[in-house]
Structure formats: C-alpha cells, structure tokens
C-alpha cells in the first residue's frame, strides 16, 4: 500500500540553524499537510497545501516557518531559524480530497530535536 | 477555541477485558475522526463519523458519535495485547475540514 514517507526520522540541530523536514506524499494525493506534536502534548495543525499554494496555517506557522513543493514529488518544510520550542515530531500528512471522509494519510514523523 | 477533551488518559486492562474511551467537547463538529498511533509512528486512521447518533463497527472496536455531534467514543471487546497503542480522537468542522482539532489521546496497554 502507498505510503508518505518522511525524511529525515530524527535530525538535531543548534539552536538558530535552518532545518528543512522532507516528505513524499501519496502519489495521486492532491491535499498535503504538516502537524507537530511536542512531546506529550496534542497534535497540532501547521500548515495545509493545495495547487502549489497555502490554504490555511495556524497561529504556530510563523515567519519562521515555510512549505514547498519544489518538484511535484516532494514536500518540505523548512524552519529558517530554530528555537528550542521548535523541539518536536513533525508529521507530513496527505488526501485525495478535502472532503471530510477522505482519509488523511500520515507519514512516520520526524524529530526534531533544537539544542 | 475548541476542545477535544480524551478520558482516560491512560489505561491498563488484561487481555479479554472489554473498555471505552471517550472523546468528550462542547463544541460541535461536522465529523470526528478516530486514530491509533504506536511509537515512532504517525497517527493511522481507524474511522470517521459524520452523522449524530452514528454507531460504527470495526471488528471489534465499535464507535459512536454523540447526537449532538460533540462527543464519541470508542469501545473494545475482549482487548488483545494487538490493540495498544495511543488512541486519538480529531474533530473537523463544517465548511473547514482542512484543520484538525485532536485530543490529547488514551494510552492503552493491554497486558496478556
């Protein structure tokens, strides 16, 4: 079965680096998402992406924060200057459809740890 | 801002035991969705329902919407070490289901 995958599984980076989080979505999946999940903590929204553009972010996705899909495969969130609040699972997410029962595929996550 | 409260946050049970788990707001949702996540994973979607009062089945978990659209819950029967793991509720709303609102989640542990 088709999956998202997510690279890398774990990345650590100093506090003010630039990191950027890579992800495959499904093939044919048209909507594609990020979410964070800080350790013991809910999944939060970040950001969902439709026709090469955003469609809504939250209050989380600063200036800070940026998605592309540069090669209509990849996926990439990039965080131009890492703070240690940014120390997180992300997850890439992906659906045909917007529709509410089209299901939502997540990738593995990858932690990011900011020392 | 909308809430999605999970309870209990942890639960232990043997191996044969029946459980629920609930996903309780005061906000109503257009749909909420069920999801298990095991470590070093992402969530994986169990189910969604839509309509109030909506009961579905899924071998043996089976799950309810609230009439009211804003609680469910998720009950088990006769657990099996297979079904621990990280439970998360997730709610959308009507005329935006690009965002999610999660719980907290329930962590079960089924001992054999």
């Known amino acids: 079965e088709p999956e998202v995958t997510q690279t890398p599984s774990h990345q650590v980076t100093q506090m003010g680096q630039e990191v950027i989080l890579r992800c495959v979505p499904i093939s044919n999946h048209l909507y594609f998402y990020w979410y964070r999940q800080i350790l013991g903590q809910k999944v939060e929204f970040l950001v969902s992406f439709y026709n090469n553009e955003i469609s809504e972010k939250s209050e989380i996705f600063d200036d800070q924060f940026s998605v592309e899909r540069p090669d209509g495969s990849n996926f990439t969130l990039k965080i131009r200057s890492t703070k240690l609040e940014d120390s997180a699972m992300y997850f890439c997410?992906?659906?045909?459809?917007?529709?509410?029962?089209?299901?939502?595929?997540f990738g593995n996550g990858t932690r990011l740890t900011v020392t | 801002t909308q809430l999605l409260e999970q309870s209990p946050q942890f639960l232990s049970i043997q191996e044969g035991e029946n459980l629920t788990v609930y996903c309780n707001s005061s906000?109503?949702?257009?749909?909420l969705q069920w999801y298990r996540q095991e470590p070093g994973e992402g969530p994986v979607l169990l189910v969604t329902v839509v309509t109030g009062g909506e009961v579905k089945k899924l071998k043996r978990l089976t799950f309810q919407f609230g009439d009211a659209r804003k609680d469910s819950s998720l009950h088990i029967t006769a657990a099996q070490p297979g079904d621990t793991g990280l439970y998360l509720c997730a709610g959308a709303n009507a005329g935006n289901n690009r965002k999610l609102i999660w719980g907290l989640g329930t962590s079960l542990a089924v001992n054999p």
């Open positions: 997410a992906s659906r045909t459809e917007s529709a509410t029962n089209s299901p939502l595929h």
């Open positions: 906000s109503v949702f257009s749909s």
